[in-house]
């Protein structure tokens, strides 16, 4: 069993910038490929950015501008994101996979509670 603690959303001006920590607990945490996924008003929940066996993976639309990483030591994923836009609004989830598949939702089975993002025009 994991457990994951979003933080470090916020309200922010196009433009700038943040850095969105998922603290783990359980001590299988390093074991498992980890993933962020955002879900805007109305919309579908989206992959954003995933970490598995030490490759990383990011949606066309946040390449070149967010960045993912991980300190097993530290049990803690995070999600740098810079040169944020008003479409990176959202609610911003990590997950731990159990599942081939990082891309896909369907892959993750622990989710944490989430954190809101507001990048303002």
């Known amino acids: 069993q994991v457990q994951l603690v979003e933080s470090g959303g916020g309200l922010v001006q196009a433009g700038g910038s943040l850095r969105l920590s998922c603290a783990g607990s359980?001590?299988?945490?390093?074991?498992?490929?980890m993933g962020w996924f955002r879900q805007a008003p109305g919309k579908e929940r989206e992959f954003v950015a995933a970490?598995?066996?030490?490759?990383?993976y990011y949606a066309d639309s946040v390449k070149g501008r967010f960045t993912i990483s991980r300190d097993n030591a530290e049990n803690t994923v995070y999600l740098q994101m810079i040169s944020l836009k008003p479409e990176d609004t959202a609610v911003y989830y990590c997950?731990?996979?159990?599942?081939?598949?990082?891309?896909?939702?369907?892959?993750?089975?622990?989710w944490g509670q989430g954190t809101q993002v507001t990048v303002s025009s």
């Open positions: 359980g001590r299988t945490f390093s074991s498992y490929p």
């Open positions: 970490w598995s066996a030490g490759y990383t």
């Open positions: 997950a731990a996979a159990t599942r081939p598949g990082v891309r896909r939702r369907e892959s993750y089975t622990y």
